[in-house]
Every structure is written in structure tokens, then in C-alpha cells.
């Protein structure tokens, strides 16, 4: 991926591709703009980044325990905690995005950002991709799934981006002071994110059933599309939707949360 940086950060509005960081470096990038957000400076941030080196991340509900850290050293890779919940991403050959707005309907803005996404996304990969139309309890589903539960990509929430059935983003959501939202996720673009099942500690079975189930609940833009798609293609495609003026139409929008909505 070519490092740069591309962007605008004015009239009250940020939206730049930022280029790779370390997980922390990452995490407190995104933490910086939901300051600048929640102190007025802001209405609203974008970001599209990737990570150096490649990184796992967990919720900020899972604890280091299920990590194997030795095979993060042994492949000199990054460890993270997220502001957000969910569950373990490696972020590898991937996209992550990053949206900070205030809204006291979180849930509609997580529609709407990933209708965005498709949007951008079906650019790159045409015809290809839809949204979730049946909600999973991910909270029960982490909590009776053991192992097969440690991994972000091994189901799915309602409005997420899918292709065929499987997972292609996950994001998550915190719900700062304030009512500002941090809104992140990650775009596979590549088949890296398989590697997980590598990076936690489980046993050789538990292992073989994760890497099954990922393979079966999710599925990368490269192997969708047949080719290799690069993730700086797919950054930019994103960028080009997430204008400043979509940005701050989605800060303006008088969201109405669903009162049926679980």
C-alpha cells in the first residue's frame, strides 16, 4: 500500500485517506477526531487508513488472554484494543474506515454509513454485494458460539455488506459523551483476515472449526472479484463518496430511531 495522505479538513468537516499507523497510533487517531467532534471544533470526520504493521485488534470488552502472543512476536505483528466492542479483526490485506458524528440514532447512522460503503464498494466490485436483511443477536452468539465467538467476522448484524451470504465489513460502534458516535470497520480485501484463526489461543480443533466457520460467514473483494483488488483502490472509491458535503448531510440528518428496532 503507498503511504500518503489525501484530504480535506475544513469547514468544520474532516475526510482523508490518512495512510498506515500502528494499532495504538490508529486507535488514538480516531479517538483525536471524536475529541474534536465532541468539543464542537468538528461536525463531522472520515477516515480511511490501513496498519503497520498488519495488526489485531479486539473489543474493548475481550480480554489479552485469548491471544496467543507468541505468535504475534513471531510474525512481528501489532496488538490493540479498540474503543469499540465486537470482536477480533486482523487487519491485514484490508481497508478500515473510520466516522465520527453526533446522532442519538446510532443505529440508523450504521444503515446509512454502510449503505454509503455499498455504494462506494460496488464501484470497485460491480453488481456483487447487498446488506443484511435478518439481524444475528451478535451478544448471543458470542456468548454461546466459545471460541468461534473470538472473531468479529463469524456473523453477522442486520444492514452489513455481504456477498452471497457472507461477510465482507464488520464494524462496530461506541457511543461516546455527548452523543457522538464512533462508527469503525473493516473492509476485507484480501483473504489476510483468515489468519486470525492463527492468533488465538485455542486448541488445534477449535482452530480447524474457526477457520471453517470464517471461511463459511465471510468472504474478501479479491475472491469475490476474481483478481487482485487492491486496497488502495478500494480506499479511494470510498473517499470519492464520502465527500465533505455528504459528511455534513449525514451530521445534519434528523435520524429517527427505529422504536421496533432490538
Request: net charge neutral.
Amino acid at each position: 500500500m503507498v503511504p500518503y495522505r489525501t484530504g480535506v479538513s475544513s469547514d468544520r468537516v474532516h475526510t482523508a485517506f490518512e495512510g498506515a499507523r500502528s494499532g495504538i497510533g490508529n486507535m488514538q487517531r480516531d479517538l483525536e477526531l471524536a475529541v474534536e467532534v465532541q468539543r464542537g471544533a468538528l461536525d463531522a470526520a472520515f477516515r480511511t487508513y490501513a496498519w503497520q504493521p498488519w495488526t489485531l485488534s479486539l473489543g474493548r470488552h475481550q480480554k489479552p488472554e485469548v491471544v496467543d502472543h507468541a505468535q504475534l512476536a513471531a510474525r512481528n505483528l501489532d496488538l490493540v484494543t479498540r474503543p469499540t466492542g465486537g470482536r477480533a479483526v486482523f487487519h491485514a490485506d484490508e481497508i478500515t474506515y473510520a466516522v465520527i458524528v453526533r446522532t442519538t440514532a446510532p443505529r440508523m447512522l450504521y444503515q446509512r454509513v454502510h449503505q454509503l460503503l455499498l455504494q462506494a464498494i460496488s464501484t470497485v466490485v460491480p453488481g456483487r454485494l447487498d446488506l443484511t436483511s435478518k439481524p444475528t443477536d451478535l451478544r448471543q452468539h458470542y456468548a454461546a458460539s466459545g471460541p468461534l465467538g473470538q472473531a468479529c467476522f463469524t456473523a453477522s448484524a442486520a444492514t452489513e455488506i455481504l456477498y452471497a451470504g457472507r461477510k465482507v465489513v464488520g464494524s462496530a460502534q461506541r457511543i461516546l459523551d455527548d452523543n457522538v458516535v464512533l462508527q469503525h470497520g473493516s473492509i476485507l480485501c484480501g483473504p489476510a483476515h483468515l489468519e486470525v484463526a492463527d492468533l488465538l489461543r485455542i486448541d488445534e480443533a477449535e482452530r480447524s472449526r474457526l477457520r471453517m466457520a470464517l471461511d463459511r460467514t465471510s468472504v474478501d473483494l479479491s475472491t469475490i472479484a476474481a483478481r487482485r483488488i487492491d486496497p488502495l483502490v478500494v480506499a479511494q472509491a470510498i473517499q470519492g463518496v464520502f465527500t465533505a458535503d455528504v459528511l455534513r448531510n449525514l451530521a445534519a440528518e434528523p435520524f429517527q430511531e427505529d422504536p421496533h428496532a432490538s
